[in-house]
């Protein structure tokens, strides 16, 4: 690679982590990056984000740093109050822009050094933020080890043996995120694909998950993104299993309406859970989590059996969602559980 | 003889929403379909949408107010366009005969072929209107607006 290339590469690489981590920038920074060469090109392109988080572009008028216009109508030329931060979308929603924004570096039809204005964004679900510190959001889904290992690797992640999970420092949050994969990235063994179990956040040097919605929303967005990049692109199915979350209430309606069509009246509902009448016995099953329990009693142990996802599989589904196969499936085996015949299972529900 | 039918499929959607449903363009057998040939229609319906969406993909999406607002309740506002890490992971395992999915690299025979293994393995279940079509059972008459839910399953343990 020629050396402006390299240098190049390096300053855009340099400029997304900056956004990533929101460092701030003072205007002597700024006054200093833009006489580099290579970086005053791209600060031109980039959307930057005040203290009180207005989304502007620079100026350079009158040899001063400055800001200048918002995406739509000119703004008015002021120097900034505070440091100024690499805008993520996070702002763009924040500040109402991102539409404007796109429209706006679509029709100048400019580059940007990295992914900025028409950056992926993901954000906690309604589910997700009731549903305990564990993001649930990709679970089930299947990788390819060693591509997922090349690809968390080029995002900056590392895969640790002992702990079974591939985690991210977010240096600048005092966080890390973490993918668990059953089995581990690295002790797969060859014949076992290993499936997402769950992302979650934790303080550095510390295990115990942060709840979502205390993960600062940049932290969060670049994890998810770099999971999704690798379900996507790494899946063991050979395509892409355009993941999307399912909800309770989704579930809900889909037990409903196959209980009715396969005539099991023994299936009713009882606030996150769907109940259900057998001949052995009466058993809910948690429409969020799977979990099973015998009423009066403890949780069943009853999980999904060896390697239930054989790559995708182009039929039209009415819900996709592997916790939703699940505990559809569980719904339909304890409706029937006096044809039970796997030994393991009716020890389970007898015990 | 083959013809075109236009059925629908649940599906569930947009939170809150609940069930809903989409439709399908199959080509069926005039009669009676059974089960194995109402899940190659199926597939191969699907196969071509998802190709027609994964093109669509690789193509920049300018956002709108309306797509914005439901793509956060989902929880992700996807742009389409390169993603980052891609090109080095596809280099990467060039060399080791390793193939990333990419657009268009989908073939129907193989689609087919693992989705009649699931259903012979019970992983799915097909539903016509208010009966079930299964692989032993008779052949279903599917005409011009019938009702089709596939509904996925898992095999379980107990642990």
Redesign the interface.
């Known amino acids: 690679m020629p050396a402006a290339e390299e240098a190049a590469t390096r300053a855009r690489a340099a400029l997304e982590a900056a956004m990533v981590a929101q460092d701030a920038f003072t205007l002597a920074d700024l006054a200093g990056l833009r006489r580099h060469p290579v970086v005053a090109p791209m600060l031109a392109t980039l959307v930057w984000v005040t203290e009180d988080g207005v989304t502007r572009l620079l100026g350079n008028a009158f040899g001063a740093v400055h800001l200048t216009t918002g995406p739509g109508a000119a703004g008015s030329r002021r120097a900034p109050a505070g440091p100024l931060r690499i805008a993520h ?1 996070v702002h763009f ?1 924040a500040d109402g822009t ?2 404007a924004w ?2 706006r570096l ?1 029709k100048s039809a400019k580059r940007q050094p ?2 900025q204005v ?9 589910e ?1 933020l009731m549903g305990g510190p564990v993001s649930r ?1 990709y679970d089930g889904h299947q990788i ?1 080890p ?2 997922a290992l ?2 968390f690797t ?2 900056g992640w590392a895969a640790a043996r002992d702990a079974g999970d591939a985690a991210r420092a977010f240096h600048s949050y005092g966080l890390v995120a973490r993918v668990k994969t059953d089995p581990g990235l690295l002790t797969v063994a060859e014949a076992d694909l290993p499936a997402i179990d769950g992302v979650s956040f934790t303080r550095r040097g510390d295990y115990l998950a942060q709840p979502l919605d205390a993960v600062p929303p940049v932290a969060f967005s670049e994890a ?1 993104r770099d999971v ?2 690798v379900v ?4 063991a ?4 299993p ?1 993941a ?4 309770t ?3 809900a ?2 037990v409903r ?2 209980a009715r ?2 005539k099991l009246g023994n299936i009713g509902f009882a606030g996150q859970h769907a109940v259900i009448t057998g001949r052995l016995g009466e058993y809910s099953v948690h429409l969020g989590s799977g979990t099973v329990h015998r009423r009066p009693g403890g949780a069943v ?6 390697s ?1 996802h ?2 995708r ?8 969602d ?1 916790k ?3 505990i ?3 719904v ?2 304890l409706a029937r559980d006096h044809e039970i015949k ?7 529900l007898r015990s | 003889m083959t013809v075109a039918v236009l059925v629908s499929a649940t599906v569930t959607g947009h939170r809150r929403r609940g069930v809903r449903e989409h439709d399908l363009v199959l080509a069926l057998p005039a009669r009676e379909v059974t089960a194995r040939q109402l899940i190659e229609a199926a597939v191969a319906a699907e196969v071509s949408a998802f190709q027609a969406r994964a093109e669509e993909a690789s193509l920049v999406r300018v956002l709108t107010k309306k797509s914005l607002g439901a793509d956060l309740a989902h929880g992700a506002v996807r742009t389409g366009g390169p993603r980052d890490g891609v090109e080095f992971a596809r280099a990467e395992f060039a060399w080791a005969g390793f193939a990333l999915a990419g657009p268009g690299q989908v073939r129907l025979a193989d689609a087919v072929d693992a989705a009649l293994l699931a259903f012979g393995d019970g992983l799915f279940k097909v539903f016509v209107g208010e009966r079930e079509l299964t692989d032993d059972g008779p052949a279903l008459p599917v005409t011009d607006g019938a009702a089709l839910l596939f509904l996925r399953l898992v095999p379980l343990a107990g642990a």
């Open positions: 979308p929603v991102w539409v796109q429209e679509f990295f992914k028409f950056r992926e964004l993901y954000v906690p679900t309604e997700e959001r390819q060693r591509q090349a690809l080029s995002r998810m999704d990049l996507s692109v790494a899946h199915g050979g395509v892409d355009e999307t979350a399912s909800t209430e989704m579930r309606a889909l309406e196959t069509l396969l142990r009853i999980i999904p059996a060896g239930q054989r790559g599989l182009f039929v039209p589904f009415a819900d996709d592997p939703t196969a699940e559809i499936a569980k339909l085996l796997d030994p393991a299972i009716l020890e389970r």
